[in-house]
Nanobody, 111 residues
Framework: VQLVESGGGLVQPGGSLRLSCAAAGFTFRLYDMSWYRQAPGKEREWVATINKAGTTTNYADSVKGRFTISRDNAKNTVYLQMNSLKPEDTAVYYC?????WGQGTQVTVSS
């Protein structure tokens, strides 16, 4: 199984980023996918989950209304669109399938 995140970077408060997670090694379309994040000195926390069909999404209260999780089963990719970013969104963002994690992508929100 491989999960490869990309799309992180430095952005100003109020800005946007779109993260991608390219999956391989399993039948992507059959499984729910999730995003997590870990800020410096804090535990890893759940951010969002999307079901296998892409019809149901759930979000942590801290990102609800600002982040959107989506997927393209033809491309074996899950996305996280992040809008209205805040400094407290600064973290390494990971995608997760079952017990598997990607290597993470750094998101830094700072002026």
């Amino acid at each position: 199984v491989q999960l490869v995140e990309s799309g992180g970077g430095l952005v100003q408060p109020g800005g946007s980023l779109r993260l991608s997670c390219a999956a391989a090694g399993f039948t992507f379309r059959l499984y729910d996918m999730s995003w997590y994040r870990q800020a410096p000195g804090k535990e890893r926390e759940w951010v969002a989950t999307i079901n296998k069909a892409g019809t149901t999404t759930n979000y942590a209260d801290s990102v609800k209304g600002r982040f959107t999780i989506s997927r393209d089963n033809a491309k074996n990719t899950v996305y996280l669109q992040m809008n209205s970013l805040k400094p407290e969104d600064t973290a390494v963002y990971y995608c997760r399938y079952w017990v598997y994690w990607g290597q993470g992508t750094q998101v830094t929100v700072s002026s």
